[in-house]
């Protein structure tokens, strides 16, 4: 299994303002996901992280709303950029095991 | 597009009762994935089954996958209140072009289990 460690756990933000979200992973690992989980709604992949190369993003996200960093093997973060209240949301880290995802427990993201 | 729908989207029960929840899904799955959510927080892995396998147990859970009805179920036995939580299942389908694994969670069915 997987160890992760997001920051922030929670986080009120103001219109128009970016916020960073770090991921931390205790092992070494290919890909990052990051997903959104919208208020009483599923998750939805943002994009993959892969070290050394820049993210992948699924269909409707866009790196300059959503820009990635993968400095190394156990880091990511990602940025929610010039935020509005429609970006409230939970943010999950997530690494692959042998078959299954592991999750960080998520930053809870409330924009005025 | 969304993958797996979850019916109920709420189900609340007494404790002891047994607790089922459903998953259908649209397209080919290599596996089919239930993750628990408690309140809003991190997913927890539960269970996989794989698209050759019929039936798998773990604990006082149970699944079953119906390829050809392209279904699951959740079998939660002798519920207690901590199962009150969120349960998700989720799609593994090779991504295009022989891509990674791509995971799509369903909707989620809110599980509430009452003392």
């Known amino acids: 299994s997987a160890v992760i460690s997001q920051k922030p756990s929670r986080d009120i933000c103001q219109r128009g303002t970016s916020l960073t979200i770090q991921c931390q992973v205790d092992s070494q690992v290919t890909m990052m996901f990051w997903y959104r989980q919208q208020p009483g709604q599923s998750l939805t992949l943002i994009a993959t992280?892969?070290?050394?190369?820049?993210?992948?993003?699924e269909s409707g996200f866009v790196i300059d709303k959503f820009p990635i960093s993968r400095p190394n093997l156990t880091f990511s973060t990602l940025t929610v950029s010039n935020m509005s209240p429609e970006d409230s949301s939970i943010y999950l880290c997530?690494?692959?095991?042998?078959?299954?995802?592991?999750f960080g427990e998520g930053s809870r993201l409330t924009v005025l | 597009s969304q993958q797996g729908e979850e019916d109920p989207q709420a189900l609340s029960i007494q404790e002891g009762e047994n607790a089922t929840m459903n998953c259908s899904y649209k397209t080919s799955i290599n596996n089919l994935q239930w993750y628990r959510q408690n309140s809003g927080r991190g997913l927890v892995h539960l269970i996989l089954i794989r698209s050759n396998e019929r039936e798998k147990h773990s604990g006082r859970l149970r699944v079953t996958l119906d390829t050809s009805k392209k279904s699951s179920s959740l079998l939660i036995t002798a519920s207690r209140a901590a199962d009150t939580a969120s349960y998700f299942c989720a799609t593994a389908s090779l991504g295009l072009q022989g891509g990674s694994e791509k995971l799509v969670f369903g909707k989620g069915t809110k599980l509430t289990v009452n003392p």
């Open positions: 992280a892969n070290q050394g190369s820049e993210a992948t993003y």
């Open positions: 997530s690494v692959r095991g042998p078959g299954e995802l592991f």
